[in-house]
């Protein structure tokens, strides 16, 4: 069957042409992206145990998780957490197959453990936080909702659509980049910088901006003077990331609400606002492809803790990312292009209802030239998209 794939160019300039762009990452610490790497970890873990038990993963979803802000004492040199913080793994879940009870609250409670233990050092999972699990059964008419026994390709579970674009644009690569190399690289010799690192980044014209919170972790924190050379120092570091992928001018700006007069400043006990006043809720964060992108068309969809075999809500979201990264990394001459796929309940999900790509060609190439080439890379990656299941459920694809 010949899919519906439609190839036009972009009907407005290319980002990196307009005149303002705005971009935003939550950090890892974000109470919201907290929810989101909590819902995604039970996610992956209810998949493997219904893998385990019964050879193929069946209905669930936890894409309903919330978070409630504790409340926190930060102080020079360490502080301690007052109320603990929150959590409320809600949603639904199999949890009899064939005459088999599975463990399904077990299981989702000690994914969430360890993916608390694993990302936030300075959080004590058994004093800080609360871990409550709250999955309900799934309706008896989604139980089977995958397609029959031996289907190949499931069936899209509702007729819903997600976006996908490549390349980045140079703010979205600093925003990103900014982010992640904080999380990793400058915070392995840095501990004072806490999980929770919010990047804004603003482009006028050939100037950009960016803006960071992060929040700082007390203990490592000795004093007001610690505290004002750990956050230049990370204004330093953000400026060199940035230089090293723009020549346009760059400012960085970080933790901007301080007033180190009154001693106002980002102090935390465990590195992220969730300690004190900031609640979370999965999907009101970063996209799919880790980013916040006004300029571009999105999915409101909350793309973590969906099932990972025929959401679309999930699949086409990170589907279509991957379309627009293989379309420019294999075809000379994309300045920019948009993916949009969607998809018709009750139809197989390599077959979606329409897969539209918008772009722009670079000066001297028609799209008329790489049309046939754009067209093949999305076609063999509709045929493939079994893998982005088996990607998700081997923690080898982000959500968020």
């Known amino acids: 069957m010949s899919r519906n794939i439609q190839i036009s160019e972009l009907d407005r300039r290319a980002v990196e042409d307009q005149a303002v762009e705005i971009v935003e990452r939550k950090g890892i610490g974000h109470p919201d992206s907290i929810s989101d790497g909590l819902a995604e970890c039970v996610s992956r873990a209810l998949s493997q145990l219904y893998l385990d038990r019964v050879g193929k993963v069946l209905h669930y979803n936890t894409d309903e998780t919330q978070l409630v802000a504790g409340r926190a004492a930060p ?28 463990p399904v609250d077990s299981t989702a409670l000690a994914a969430a453990r360890d993916y608390l233990d694993d990302t936030f050092p300075e959080l004590d999972v058994e004093r800080d936080v609360i871990v409550d699990v709250r999955l309900g059964e799934g309706s008896g008419d989604l139980q ?13 579970n509702d007729t819903s659509f997600g976006v996908g674009h490549a390349p980045l644009t140079e703010t979205e ?37 960016i803006t960071v919170a992060a929040a700082m972790v007390d203990a490592y924190i000795e004093d007001l003077a610690a505290y004002a050379d750990a956050v ?20 960085v700006d970080v933790n901007t609400a301080d007033d180190l007069e ?29 980013l916040i992108t006004p300029n571009r068309p999105m999915s409101m969809e909350a793309t973590s803790g969906k099932n990972p075999v ?10 279509s990312t991957r379309i627009a990264e293989s379309v420019v990394s294999e075809v000379d001459g994309i300045r920019d292009l948009q993916v ?3 998809s018709q309940i009750g139809q197989p999900i390599d077959q979606p209802h329409v897969a539209d790509a918008q772009a722009v060609t670079v000066d001297g190439v028609e799209l008329a030239d790489v049309e046939d080439e754009i067209h093949a890379i999305i ?20 959500t968020f």
Do not use: C, W
Not at 232 to 247: G, N
């Open 75 to 102: 102080a020079f040199g360490g502080g301690e957490v007052i109320e603990p913080i929150y959590l409320l793994i809600v949603g639904r879940a199999t949890k009899e197959y064939d005459g088999q009870q599975l």
């Open 144 to 156: 089977e909702v995958f397609g029959e026994d031996g289907a190949t390709v499931p069936m899209a």
């Open 173 to 209: 690569a600093i925003v990103y980049r900014t982010e992640h190399e904080l999380n990793t690289t400058y915070v392995a010799d840095n501990p004072e910088l806490g999980p929770d690192v919010k990047v804004m980044g603003k482009r006028e014209g050939e100037h950009i901006n």
């Open 232 to 251: 230049d120092r990370v204004e330093a570091y953000v400026t060199e990331l940035a230089e090293e992928i723009t020549d346009r001018e760059v400012s």
């Open 262 to 290: 009154e001693g106002s400043i980002y102090l935390t006990v465990t590195g992220t606002s969730a300690e004190q006043g900031d609640d979370g809720s999965v999907g009101r964060g970063n996209r799919a492809n880790g």
């Open 310 to 319: 025929n959401h679309i809500g999930k699949i086409y979201n990170l589907l």
């Open 340 to 342: 949009r796929l969607l």
């Open 379 to 398: 076609d063999r990656e509709l045929a493939d998209v079994t893998s982005v299941t088996r990607d998700v459920i081997e923690g080898d694809l982000s």
